[in-house]
């Protein structure tokens, strides 16, 4: 087999490098973006196929073999038509050494949040084996080096969906995590699986709340409101069917609305009665709710959200200030939120 030769680096920075297992995952007569092709002789590239140019039979061997060679290139500009077809496959992400850090991160959260609405929409477990294949792609990637999470800070989602939500729930979590240590490489492989999908999957049971009731701006009816308290007993119930053999996924359901001075719902839980999940879970989801937009409150600047949260006595002190601080020292930057209008 020939080695794939590396791109030229002027020739990498605005286009894509793109690998035959990429190129499979196109129609096979029709790519879906312009491809270009690599001439040694005047180091250029040149444009090879047009988007949604039929080729004939012999192009479709040409462009496979200038894909096995290395010098089959896409521009940067079309990574979300690309980024549409990783998706699928997403453990292409961890072969593919010409994906820059921003794009991995970028089709993941494309991919979890695809996944994770397939799964709300059929809550069945074939359907949620896939979305936990593509969780382990990702605990794959993030334990090569923790460090890569920050990156996923910048993929925050300000969209009012039940899955942007539970993805950015995850993001934080896993992020709080990995900082919850003195070190962030402590974090065993086991750990991060098992909180990377019970964080994605804590707020199943909301997906068995009527929609009119999310989307009131007015007060809710106490009989409303018991309809959404019951979504964390309705979500432990959705993840024990999937019976994984592990306790995080039901307990992130569970107990994240649960508070350390027992004020929570729905056992009144107190301290650490509180499995530690459900305590950073807590934190996480209410971190990622105040900085989306929501029907009946604006969306708050990440380091407001960050100080009410370190300043609250019903989240667990070990943890609530992890944001805060790291917000404060710059360690990460998450931005401020799109004003509304
Ligand atoms: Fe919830
Ligand atoms: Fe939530």
Redesign the pocket.
């Given at each position: 087999m020939a080695v794939k030769k590396e791109a030229p680096l002027l020739v990498a920075e605005e286009y894509y490098q793109i690998s035959q297992e990429m190129l499979e995952s196109f129609p096979k007569y029709r790519l879906p973006l312009p491809v270009f092709r690599y001439r040694d002789d005047v180091a250029q590239l040149q444009m090879f196929i047009a988007r949604d140019q039929r080729m004939s039979n012999e192009q479709v061997e040409e462009v496979h073999n200038l894909a096995r060679e290395g010098d089959l290139f896409v521009s940067r500009v079309d990574y979300p038509i690309y980024s549409k077809h990783i998706i699928k496959q997403l453990d292409l992400i961890l072969s593919d050494r010409n994906l820059k850090e921003g794009e991995i991160a970028y089709i993941c959260v494309e991919a979890l949040n695809a996944r994770l609405k397939d799964y709300l929409d059929q809550p069945v477990k074939i359907v949620a084996d896939k979305l936990y294949a593509d969780t382990l792609v990702l605990t794959e990637y993030l334990m090569a080096d923790p460090y890569r999470i920050k990156t996923f800070l910048n993929r925050l989602s300000r969209e009012h969906s039940l899955a942007a939500?539970?993805v950015n729930?995850m993001i934080i979590g896993l992020w709080m995590l990995f900082n919850s240590k003195k070190d962030e490489k402590a974090v065993e492989r086991k750990e991060l699986d098992r909180y990377a999908l019970a964080l994605l999957m804590?707020?199943a049971g909301?997906s068995k709340v009527p929609s009119f009731i999310l989307q009131k701006t007015t007060p809710l009816k106490p009989e409303e409101k018991d309809k959404i308290t019951q979504h964390a007993l309705m979500g432990a119930k959705m993840v024990q069917k999937l019976d994984l053999g592990w306790d995080e996924l039901v307990q992130a359901a569970f107990e994240?609305h649960e508070r350390m001075d027992g004020s929570g719902y729905p056992r009144k839980l107190k301290g650490d009665q509180i499995s530690k999940i459900g305590r950073i879970?807590a934190i996480a989801?209410s971190f990622?709710?105040m900085i989306a937009a929501r029907p009946y409150a604006e969306a708050k600047e990440p380091l407001a959200a960050s100080q009410e949260i370190a300043a609250d006595a019903r989240y667990d002190p070990r943890y609530s200030s992890l944001i805060r601080n790291a917000l404060i020292t710059q360690e990460i930057a998450l931005k401020a939120p799109e004003k509304a209008g």
């Open positions: 939500h539970s729930t804590h707020d909301m994240h879970c989801d990622c709710a």
